[in-house]
């Protein structure tokens, strides 16, 4: 257990190098003197701006050797000193605080409904392979997993907030305003779930172990019950890891589409407007949003099956 | 850039299955449409006639014409060899350092191994699409981030599996029957290892194209992609959207033309499998 938990810890820390050194690179290829270009952003352009550029380098240490820099720029990211938004002027940490928040009800509401629809589905058709069930959910699945997430989301905007009305197409605050961009994300999430699900309860369902339970005479519900489930959950669990690439990426690309205002949103505008302590906030942030739900999806598989601890 | 992760191995013997049947065909038919298309279509995808904004399909423009009265049949097409040629690119930027880069992880091993794994777990210590933002924040709306980004996050995928096979393949008896007999490195390569790990990059490719379809019409679409005089399918979706009430249809067949694409590309990798 503590194996893996220092694994995540790693990567944490890479993630940490790899945006931070990006930002570095970004801050310095930049076209023009970045501290010039701070100050004018700071005092406006006046007629004393390279005083208060030459100030600014001294104040930012921009003179000093590139790899004295960096190092300092790595361990401000470390300390979780993120330095402030080029266009607010507030603490990037403080913007982050409110945004992460936002983040992960919209993240784990994804996966909550995600949860709710894909294994169901997975089970039902696993434990007929081939059925009727089985053949419309490979269907959905297929075609759900083509549709790229901002696609998807257009469409159910259109049709849930244009032709019936039912939601708000946009917006943040209360529940109504979630659905849709979870909806969007707990569809692509399901489709995928939904075909692990039916494939490890397909091979559950196959053992001998399942066949024995029933032949002693268990009712079906508690031979899926006590000897499915848990089982057939273990390689869906540890698929949530890999979904969490989906989710992580797809936070960034809903929350663009329906104007809420989470971290994702606030990366896509850093981008665009160049707001390089922004990019490098929000982008440790996500990163390490990956980080954590990885080491989670860990933790329960190393919860549900045994046979990993006694390895370990 | 998630999908390309779950594809299993298990390829079904003997005749083509028939989603990968239909992937194939829809994607010939649609590769004419983006090769061909932009040749016969005598329409410039950006000549502008205000006169003819929001043409009905059927009309003086066979599909119709977009705010602009730009001819939405020009567009799409220019769209989709973009969207085609662009993912094509990228995957063949992927799949060469991949492949090449996993021979020699399995073939020398040591810290020629051990440094290119520890790229690849610097790559894969960020979701992909995290790169290529962080990269386009260098250039926003320009070719090079996106195809450099993309296809950075990529080539793990060849890597990895080809690396993986390849040392399984070498550990194998009759490699080393091979090797007793005289046989050169080469003729090891060509013979007992191409073989066996061609069609799983042929699987690897079809999803990594996929993949960068939809990446680059999702970074377009949320406007730090390729800039809208593109003909860009995802940017195209974006523009036409304000004027859904009058012209539906012409929001929609950007969307239909992306997600047919990525279908053919996904069937075709994995057929009727799950």
């Known amino acids: 257990m503590r194996n893996f938990l220092v694994a995540r810890l790693l990567q944490a820390g890479l993630v940490a190098t790899v945006v931070g050194a990006l930002c570095f690179v970004l801050m310095r290829v930049l076209p023009g003197d970045a501290a010039m270009r701070i100050a004018a952003g700071r005092y406006g352009p006046d007629a004393r701006i390279a005083e208060a550029a030459e100030k600014m380098r001294l104040e930012l240490g921009l003179d000093r050797p590139l790899t004295a820099q960096f190092l300092e720029w790595i361990g401000d990211v470390l300390r979780l000193d993120l330095g402030h938004s080029l266009v607010t002027g507030s603490p990037v940490v403080h913007e982050l605080k409110v945004q992460l928040g936002a983040s992960m009800w919209l993240a784990a509401s994804a996966l909550a409904l995600s949860l709710l629809v894909g294994p169901v589905i997975g089970l039902f058709s696993g434990l007929k392979p081939g059925g009727a069930i089985d053949r419309l959910a490979l269907a959905g699945a297929v075609i759900f997993r083509a549709i790229p997430p901002f696609v998807l989301g257009l469409i159910l905007m259109l049709v849930f907030s244009k032709q019936l009305g039912w939601l708000p197409p946009a917006g943040f605050g209360s529940p109504r305003e979630m659905l849709l961009p979870a909806l969007t994300l707990a569809l692509g999430l399901a489709a995928m779930s939904s075909r692990i699900t039916r494939n490890s309860v397909a091979a559950v369902a196959k053992a001998p172990y399942f066949a024995f339970a029933r032949y002693k005479g268990l009712p079906e519900a508690v031979v899926v019950g006590r000897h499915g489930l848990r089982n057939a959950a273990i390689p869906v669990v540890s698929y949530l890891g890999l979904q969490a690439v989906y989710l992580v990426e797809g936070v960034v690309v809903v929350e663009s589409l329906f104007a809420y205002p989470g971290i994702g949103h606030a990366l896509v505008h850093a981008v665009v407007e160049r707001d390089i302590p922004m990019v490098q906030g929000t982008a440790l942030v996500m990163g390490l949003m990956f980080v954590v739900i990885a080491a989670i999806v860990d933790l329960l598989t190393h919860w549900l099956d045994p046979r990993v601890r006694r390895m370990a | ?274």
């Open chain 2, 1 to 274: 850039m998630s999908s390309i992760g779950d594809l299993s191995f298990a390829r079904p013997k003997g005749r083509l299955p028939a989603g990968r049947m239909f992937g194939a065909g829809l994607l010939v038919l649609l590769g004419c449409f983006a090769i061909i298309g932009p040749m016969l279509i005598p329409a410039d995808p950006a000549a502008q006639d205000f006169s003819a904004s929001l043409a009905p399909i059927g009309g003086d423009f066979l599909l119709g014409a977009d705010h602009y009265g730009r001819s939405l049949l020009a567009r799409l097409a220019h769209g989709a060899r973009l969207s085609f040629g662009l993912a094509f690119l990228t995957m063949l930027a992927a799949a060469l350092p991949g492949v090449l880069l996993g021979l020699a992880a399995a073939w020398r091993g040591g810290w020629t191994e051990r440094f290119l794994e520890l790229s690849a777990t610097i790559v894969l210590a960020l979701p992909g699409l995290m790169l290529v933002l962080l990269l386009l924040a260098f250039a926003p709306g320009n070719y090079a981030p996106l195809f450099l980004g993309l296809s950075l996050t990529l080539w793990v995928e060849f890597y990895r599996v080809t690396k993986a096979t390849t040392k399984s393949v070498l550990a194998q008896p009759h490699i080393e029957a091979a090797r007793m007999l005289g046989f050169g490195s080469c003729y090891i390569l060509v013979n007992y290892i191409l073989p066996v790990i061609a069609p799983m990059i042929a699987t690897l490719s079809a999803f990594a194209m996929a993949t960068a379809i939809i990446a680059v019409s999702t970074l377009s679409a949320i406007s730090v992609g390729l800039q809208p005089p593109t003909p860009e399918l995802g940017s195209m979706i974006v523009e036409l959207l304000p004027y859904y009430a009058e012209a539906p249809v012409h929001v929609l067949l950007p969307a239909m033309l992306i997600v047919l694409l990525v279908l053919g590309l996904q069937l075709l990798a994995q057929g009727d499998h799950g």
